[in-house]
């Protein structure tokens, strides 16, 4: 199915809980904080489907708001339910 055929809120939806349970997994993370970052309106967790970036200065601006949404410190279903699925 060619990407632009796919939903991609859902796919974006999915794809932050698979990253948070994952880090859940791995207790890089704890269950309370999957259900607060799954609570709010925006995750920060994104899924591109546009063409692949052609320059360094995307990547860098990209790579730096990836690090910027790991160093920074909203009712979601319990983790646990969440990430069995």
Same mark, same amino acid.
Not at 45 to 54: I, R, T
């Given at each position: 199915?060619? /990407?632009?055929?796919?939903?991609?809120?859902?796919?974006?939806?999915? /794809?932050?809980?698979?990253?948070?349970?994952?880090?859940?997994?791995?207790?890089?993370?704890?269950?309370?904080?999957?259900?607060?970052?799954?609570?709010?309106?925006?995750?920060?967790?994104?899924?591109?489907?546009?063409?692949? /970036?052609?320059?360094?200065?995307?990547?860098? /601006?990209?790579?730096?708001?990836?690090?910027?949404?790991?160093?920074?410190?909203?009712?979601?279903?319990?983790?646990?339910?969440?990430?069995?699925?």
């Amino acid at each position: 199915m060619p /990407f632009k055929q796919l939903e991609q809120g859902r796919l974006t939806e999915r /794809f932050g809980e698979a990253v948070l349970c994952s880090l859940a997994k791995e207790q890089l993370i704890s269950d309370n904080d999957v259900v607060q970052i799954l609570s709010q309106e925006h995750t920060g967790l994104n899924v591109w489907l546009g063409d692949p /970036f052609q320059d360094e200065q995307s990547e860098k /601006f990209v790579a730096r708001l990836v690090r910027r949404s790991f160093s920074e410190g909203g009712s979601a279903p319990n983790a646990k339910a969440r990430c069995a699925s």
